[in-house]
T-cell receptor
Framework: GAGVSQSPSNKVTEKGKDVELRCDPISGHTALYWYRQSLGQGLEFLIYFQGNSAPDKSGLPSDRFSAERTGGSVSTLTIQRTQQEDSAVYLC?????????????FGPGTRLTVT | GEDVEQSLFLSVREGDSSVINCTYTDSSSTYLYWYKQEPGAGLQLLTYIFSNMDMKQDQRLTVLLNKKDKHLSLRIADTQTGDSAIYFCAESIGRGSTLGRLYFGRGTQLTVWP
């Protein structure tokens, strides 16, 4: 595709429900990143994928958060038993490779509101 | 740690220069970046500078890096109302398992008055 796309753009869910957020990276980009943007914490790294594997999961805030990537393309971020503090904008980015020299292209984000 | 600090707000008049400042803590940063975020949009990379450079100029944008003080700045010349956005400073440490990770500041909201 032309850019990184994310769906849904907005999600409102009740506390305790599970949610799935989807990211479609730019075609051919082997690296995919998830970040979270919230008022209290700014922009935080969550996890990144190189191909289908995740070398760095240390940014996931709790074991309620998980992510997977299949076929080296689409990724889903799953949040189980959502809490109000999970409310944030979840941003996905992709790049041709992993490392400082590769520009990360960001999607428009999914705004998650937990009521 | 990898703390990146920015002031939260900056207001300027159209036509003036804007200077957005950033400090970081990790001296092993390899690249430093400036991203722009407009309302409802994702982050757009504006420019970046490699850690062994002092200055980089790209049209209206000038990036200055002071490695000794771990200070980065973005100067926007002839600021326009279309430059109103949130500007994020970010660093890449670029080693080991954190190779792909960017560390962001909280962002500076730039407001340009006509």
């Amino acid at each position: 595709g032309a850019g990184v796309s994310q769906s849904p753009s907005n999600k409102v869910t009740e506390k305790g429900k599970d949610v799935e957020l989807r990211c479609d990276p730019i075609s051919g980009h082997t690296a995919l990143y998830w970040y979270r943007q919230s008022l209290g914490q700014g922009l935080e790294f969550l996890i990144y994928f190189q191909g289908n594997s995740a070398p760095d999961k240390s940014g996931l805030p709790s074991d309620r958060f998980s992510a997977e990537r299949t076929g080296g393309s689409v990724s889903t971020l799953t949040i189980q038993r959502t809490q109000q503090e999970d409310s944030a904008v979840y941003l996905c980015a992709s790049s041709l490779g992993v490392g400082s020299t590769y520009e990360q292209y960001f999607g428009p984000g999914t705004r998650l509101t937990v009521t | 740690g990898e703390d990146v600090e920015q002031s939260l707000f900056l207001s300027v008049r159209e036509g003036d220069s804007s200077v957005i400042n950033c400090t970081y803590t990790d001296s092993s940063s390899t690249y430093l970046y400036w991203y722009k975020q407009e309302p409802g949009a994702g982050l757009q990379l504006l420019t970046y500078i490699f850690s062994n450079m002092d200055m980089k100029q790209d049209q209206r944008l000038t990036v200055l890096l002071n490695k000794k003080d771990k200070h980065l700045s973005l100067r926007i010349a002839d600021t326009q109302t279309g430059d109103s956005a949130i500007y994020f400073c970010a660093e890449s440490i670029g080693r080991g398992s954190t190779l792909g990770r960017l560390y962001f500041g909280r962002g500076t909201q730039l407001t340009v008055w006509p």
